[in-house]
Every structure is written in C-alpha cells, then in structure tokens.
Nanobody
Framework: QVQLVESGGGLVQPGGSLRLSCAAS????????MGWYRQAPGKERELVAT???????KYADSVKGRFTASRDNAKNTVWLQMNSLKPEDTAVYYC??????????????????WGQGTLVTVSS
C-alpha cells in the first residue's frame, strides 16, 4: 500500500522558518506531480505549491517569494521550505501526489495520494 508520510510541522514565531518533508512509501511505478495544500480553521483547503517531475514549480500568490518546493525523484520525496512565516500561514499542511500504481490485477492506474497532514502554527 502506498502512503505519503509528512513531517516537520510545529510552532514557529512570525518571521521564522520551517521545512516540511513528505516521503512516499510503497511500490510506485511513476510519481507525477507532487505538491502541498493547506487548510486553516474554518476555511477550505487551498493549493500552496506544486512541482512537476522535471522540477517546474507553481505557487499560490500568498506564498510566492517566501516558500520553495523541491523534490527528489529517486526517493519520491518532496519538501516545502517556508520562510518569513506569517500568522496567516497557520494551517494543517497536506502533501499531495499523483502517482501511477500497479494494481493487483496487473493494470497500471493513476491514483491521487494524500498525506495525513501536519500542523504549522505561526504565533508569538
């Protein structure tokens, strides 16, 4: 069974930095786009950043210039470096990935994977 396991959340003061990690476990034929979403209390989940297998990135306007996504294709791992954090960045951050997996019937299918979420709290 393929899973995404996140780490790196926590409490940080405004202006501080955190680095989130997300590693995929299990047998993956091909990992496609990977990315990060977040959900603040009382709000809908929103896209933070995506990164393709070739390293092309896209960011939400609210995090451009402060957050950087990177990945290691050989390790099926993605990171999110978050700098100059603001209280409004407080949220549960979720790792997301599109992967091609081989099913028990031998057929390859596209699957969307989600991590369990890691809480980031920005507060003084």
């Amino acid at each position: 069974q393929v899973q995404l396991v996140e780490s790196g959340g926590g409490l940080v003061q405004p202006g501080g930095s955190l680095r989130l990690s997300c590693a995929a476990s299990g047998t993956i034929f091909r990992m496609n786009n990977m990315g990060w979403y977040r959900q603040a209390p009382g709000k809908e989940r929103e896209l933070v950043a995506t990164i393709t297998s070739s390293g092309d990135t896209k960011y939400a306007d609210s995090v451009k210039g402060r957050f950087t996504a990177s990945r290691d294709n050989a390790k099926n791992t993605v990171w999110l470096q978050m700098n100059s954090l603001k209280p409004e960045d407080t949220a549960v951050y979720y790792c997301n990935a599109g992967a091609t997996l081989r099913g028990p019937d031998g057929i390859y299918r596209y699957s969307e994977l989600w991590g369990q979420g890691t809480l980031v709290t920005v507060s003084s």
